[in-house]
């Protein structure tokens, strides 16, 4: 099969599309033909060696596909076979890829694949730092950094759907209509004006009980100024760079909470089932969308990160498997 792999570590420019053998389902698997991948910004990281660096080389990317169920393993249920489906599956950027039989998603015909492979890495980011991590309620009050990206879109519509105000951050005017095009009740530019002054103003001087944080050291600051009083900042990436050490002291004046939260962290099976049924119901009835903002063909992985990389993307970032 094809697929794309990486040598050594680099620029986008390491990636290749390259003939590899072909996966096969093991007990408890399926294997899925795919036809659309996801990328995300971890994937951009791992490429350079900055994150999930352990793995041998070569190597190949992606964490989530959608497509068709090809072939089943041992004590599988048959009728996977020739289903729709989407999927958490390691090395994903391939035409085949193997899936635990407890990690799949059906999708209904009026999904197609390029939204399908945008909902679960991103989705259930963003479902669990709004339910599980943040339990936001309604009047509360949200700041999402990078709301225009993969996860921001999504967490921009669970946030609304809970009943809060949603405050974002976005880079571009166009992004910014995006956002709140999805539900965003006031959009900041970066760069223009500091960002937690204007969140105050927004907020009646109060500031917001909770900040969603993925861009890290740039934004650090002005994250836990834009924090009420018992205001909870929650990191889940760090696109700019780490975030510095978290100084203790500089928290008990309106004693705030800061807190990280990873996807590959080991879930309690019930709530991760919950979380990705509940996501699953809400797109295919229309009360989520998933926004593909580039969708590039396998062979173009290169592209896409590089675009990712350079901030030129709102939404989604897919590949297309023909």
Avoid: C
Avoid at 40 to 48: I, L, S
Avoid at 176 to 198: M, N, S, T
């Amino acid at each position: 099969m094809k697929a794309i792999r990486y040598h050594q570590v680099g620029g986008p420019e390491v990636l290749r599309l390259e003939e590899v053998p072909e996966p096969v389902a093991g007990p408890g698997e399926v294997r899925i033909r795919v036809r659309a991948a996801g990328v995300n910004f971890a994937d951009t990281e791992r490429r350079r060696g900055l994150y999930d660096s352990k793995v041998p080389l070569p190597r190949i990317l992606g964490s989530e596909a959608a497509g068709v169920v090809e072939s089943v393993g041992a004590g599988v249920d048959a009728s996977w076979v020739g289903r729709r489906v989407v999927a958490l599956a390691k090395q994903s950027y391939a035409e085949l890829v193997t899936a635990p039989e407890q990690e799949l998603l059906a999708l209904p015909e009026r999904v197609s694949f390029e939204e399908a492979a945008g909902l679960l890495v991103q989705g259930l980011t963003a479902w669990h730092l709004v339910h599980t991590v943040g339990r936001v309620t309604e009047r509360q009050s949200v700041l999402i950094h990078a709301a225009a990206g993969g996860v921001g879109l999504l967490a921009i519509q669970l946030a609304k759907a809970a009943g809060a105000r949603v405050l974002g951050t976005v880079s571009t005017e166009a992004k910014a209509r995006l956002a709140r095009e999805l539900g965003a009740d006031e959009v900041l530019l970066y760069g223009e004006g500091d960002v937690a002054e204007q969140v105050r103003a927004l907020t009646g001087g109060q500031g917001v009980e909770l900040v969603l944080d993925s861009v890290g050291a740039s934004t650090w600051k002005s994250s836990l100024e834009a924090l009420a009083p018992f205001g909870h900042l929650v990191s889940y990436g760090s696109a700019s760079g780490a975030p510095p050490p978290v100084d203790v002291e500089a928290l008990y004046e309106k004693s705030l909470k800061v807190s990280a939260y990873w996807l590959h962290t080991r879930h309690p099976p019930a709530l991760q089932r919950q979380a990705r049924e509940t996501l699953g119901r809400e797109l295919a009835e229309g009360r989520l969308q998933v926004r593909a903002g580039l969708v590039l063909d396998l062979a173009e992985a290169a592209e896409a990160h590089r675009q990712l990389e350079g901030r030129g993307t709102a939404g989604k970032v897919v590949l297309r498997v023909p």
